[in-house]
């Protein structure tokens, strides 16, 4: 199972918006609604901001969306304020029923 | 609240094993499964497999069988990773992760470093 594609890198200036893409195929992001998206800042545990491909835990803010077209997902960080600086991370159930996880990407707030 | 905390970091020499814990609170333990996942230096992530917290039935991705171990200690809440044969590949950070649909709470990974 290879991982899915995503941007090494995304960055934007507070206040604007940035998408980051996460491409698999139609055995995991495609045909599965179990696409979910990770916040990793370093020395922190990381951190649930999508599941089941647009859901938002509890607390996490609405500035954060998710979204699916086909076999690749997007996560799009509305507003971008300093603290939105981190690694994400996408990732999908797989049709055998296994995980696969996006190859990352590092958001600069400029 | 949730939690999952982790065992703190390790140092190994090759061919020696390791046991991480990962302790969990603030919810029903056998209600959710336990994903274990790696990142190596400088890599991205890497599932591992998970393991059924009611059955104890573990699942181990392709690369994580036979060196690998997930167990369980349901009596004080707590999932367990066990490695052996280390190699110097294996250096580290393995993450416990609740729930595999979701991967909806992560403990703060333990570093396992091996080197002579």
């Known amino acids: 199972q290879s991982a899915l594609t995503q941007p090494p890198s995304a960055s934007g200036s507070p206040g604007q918006s940035v998408t980051i893409s996460c491409t698999g195929t139609?055995?995991?992001?495609?045909?599965?609604?179990?696409v979910s998206w990770s916040q990793h800042h370093p020395g922190n545990a990381p951190k649930l901001i999508i599941y089941?491909?647009?859901k938002r835990p509890s607390g996490v803010p609405d500035r954060f969306s998710g979204s699916k077209s086909g076999n690749t997902a997007s996560l799009t960080v509305s507003g971008l304020q300093a603290d939105d600086e981190a690694d994400y991370y996408c990732?999908?159930?797989?049709?055998?029923?296994?995980?696969?996880f996006g190859t990352g990407t590092k958001v600069t707030v400029l | 609240q949730v939690q999952l905390v982790q065992s703190g970091s390790e140092l190994k020499e090759p061919g020696a094993s390791v046991k991480i814990s990962c302790k969990t609170s603030?919810?029903?333990?056998?209600?959710?499964?336990m994903n274990w996942v790696r990142q190596a230096p400088g890599q991205g992530l890497e599932w591992m497999g998970w393991?059924?917290?009611?059955?104890?039935?573990?699942i181990y991705d392709q690369g994580f069988t036979g060196r690998f171990v997930f167990s369980l200690d349901t009596s004080v809440s707590t999932a367990y990773l066990q490695i052996s044969s280390l190699k110097p590949g294996d250096t580290a950070v393995y993450y416990c992760?609740?729930?595999?649909?979701?991967?909806?709470?992560w403990g703060q990974g333990t570093l396992v470093t091996v080197s002579s």
């Open positions: 393991i059924n917290t009611e059955t104890g039935n573990p």
């Open positions: 992760v609740r729930e595999p649909l979701r991967f909806d709470y």
């Open positions: 603030g919810y029903s333990f056998s209600t959710y499964g």
């Open positions: 990732s999908s159930l797989t049709a055998t029923n296994k995980v696969v």
């Open positions: 089941e491909v647009t």
């Open positions: 139609s055995s995991d992001v495609g045909g599965q609604n179990y």
